[in-house]
C-alpha cells in the first residue's frame, strides 16, 4: 500500500504563496502519475493539476493555470505544488492523489493522501 502525506497548507493573505508537497511511501514514485485536488467546505472534488510519471507532462485547471505549478522529484519521492497570488477563492482543504493509469480529472486514482489546510484571508 502506498501511503501519501500532504503538508505545507496554512493561513495566508490574498497575493501570497505556498508550496505544497506530498510525500510518499512508494519505492519507485515513477510507477505513480500523480495529481493535486481540492475540496472546499459543501463543494465536490476539483481537479487542480496532474503531471506525468516522469513529470514531463502537466495538466492545469482553469482556476489555477498561470498561479500553480505542479512537479516532482521522484529521487525524493515527493510532488510538489507551487500556488502563488492566491486568492480567498483558493481556500480548501488540498489533497495529492497517485494513480497507476493517468493523471487526469477523470483518471482514477489509487491512493489518497490526507489532505493539507490552506486558507486565505482578504
Known amino acids: 500500500q502506498v501511503q501519501l502525506v500532504a503538508s505545507g497548507g496554512g493561513l495566508v493573505q490574498a497575493g501570497g504563496s505556498l508550496r505544497l508537497s506530498c510525500a510518499a511511501s512508494?519505492?519507485?514514485?515513477?510507477?505513480?502519475?500523480m495529481a493535486w485536488f481540492r475540496q472546499a467546505p459543501g463543494k465536490g472534488s476539483e481537479f487542480i493539476a496532474g503531471?506525468?510519471?516522469?513529470?514531463?507532462?502537466?495538466v492545469y485547471a482553469d482556476s489555477v493555470k498561470g498561479r500553480c505549478t505542479i512537479s516532482r522529484d521522484n529521487a525524493k519521492n515527493t510532488v510538489y505544488l507551487q500556488m502563488n497570488s492566491l486568492k480567498p477563492e483558493d481556500t480548501a482543504v488540498y489533497y495529492c492523489?497517485?494513480?497507476?493509469?493517468?493523471?487526469?480529472?477523470?483518471?482514477?486514482?489509487?491512493?489518497w493522501g490526507q489532505g493539507t489546510q490552506v486558507t486565505v484571508s482578504s
Open positions: 492523489a497517485a494513480s497507476l493509469v493517468g493523471y487526469h480529472l477523470n483518471t482514477k486514482y489509487d491512493y
Open positions: 512508494a519505492r519507485t514514485l515513477s510507477t505513480y502519475a
Open positions: 503531471i506525468s510519471w516522469s513529470g514531463g507532462s502537466t
